[in-house]
């Protein structure tokens, strides 16, 4: 088995955004003291940064979500940290032009609302307006999946090409469809939830309350769950499996094997519904690297019939990928205002 990538127990809390030489903006266009607010919720943590429109990150930080606060702290802490962010760009001599932020869950991106939350726990919230009304700036809310996947389509390793799939596997599975640089929300904005997509009937139960669904198998937290069960070891993360699968021991790879196989199962399924050019790998299971991608591309050969096979990578901009994405989507959306 390859080697295994980085252990992400091993970051940072500082949070070294990269400097990406592409333009953000969709007609190439900057005024040189612009600046985006650009914000990225997750269940644990927030990744927060001024961004400028050529791509670089001006200033990034980091800073605790607590869900269990509920979700009207939640809000006020955003609005709290782009507020600090806004003032912060102007102190600096920028210019705070629009706010990106993205979220989990079921969001509506055309009425800016953050539908619903599981982990963080929003309910119809409208957080676009809320956030526009606090800074005084236009604002857009996007999907944490989706504008990640915008960032890899246009940004990282995606963008060489037309037709991109972002699949981030973390606690769950989720997809995001970039054709020409556009991500696709769906009638509902549940587009790309390829991690309910059914790959083992009769398999273990999954969160949704169906069967065998492939993120019940596959996501990181189903390889530590399952591996549990087999060894008798726990608190063991995904990342702790595919080093173990590596060793050699028995339990760890009958598990890493298994995931592998489900994950082949759901891209082929994927593949005939999108027709890829490329899929990017993300999220925490891609941390394994060549010890996922290497076994995951020869499973998928050998299950490829009259499809082609698109290239599979690794995702190129790491955990800041929802963040440059959210400031790719502030900047689409002033480019589409009237």
Known sequence: MPAIGRNPRERTHA???????????????RVSDDAVIALDVGGTGMKCAVVRPDGTVHHAERHPTRAGRGPQAVTTTILDIAAGLTDRARAD???????????????????????????????????????????????????DVRVGGLAEARLGAGRDERHVLFIAIGTGIAAAHVVDGQTFAGAHGAAGEIGHVIVRPGGPRCGCGAHGCLEAIASASAIGRRYAELSGIADATAFDVATRAAAGQAPAAAVWQDAVEALADGLLTAQALFDAGVMVLGGGLAEAGEALLAPLRTACAARVTFHRMPRLTRAALGDTAGCLGAALLALDSLADRP
């Open 15 to 29: 949070w070294q955004a990269p400097l990406i030489g592409f333009p953000l903006a969709k007609d190439g266009s």
């Open 93 to 143: 001599g920028l210019t705070p032009i629009a706010a990106g932020v993205a979220v989990p869950g079921v969001v509506d991106e055309t009425t800016g609302t953050a539908v619903w939350s599981s982990n963080v726990g929003f309910r119809d919230v409208p957080l676009r307006d809320l956030v526009a009304e606090r800074l005084g700036l236009p604002a857009a809310l996007g999907h």
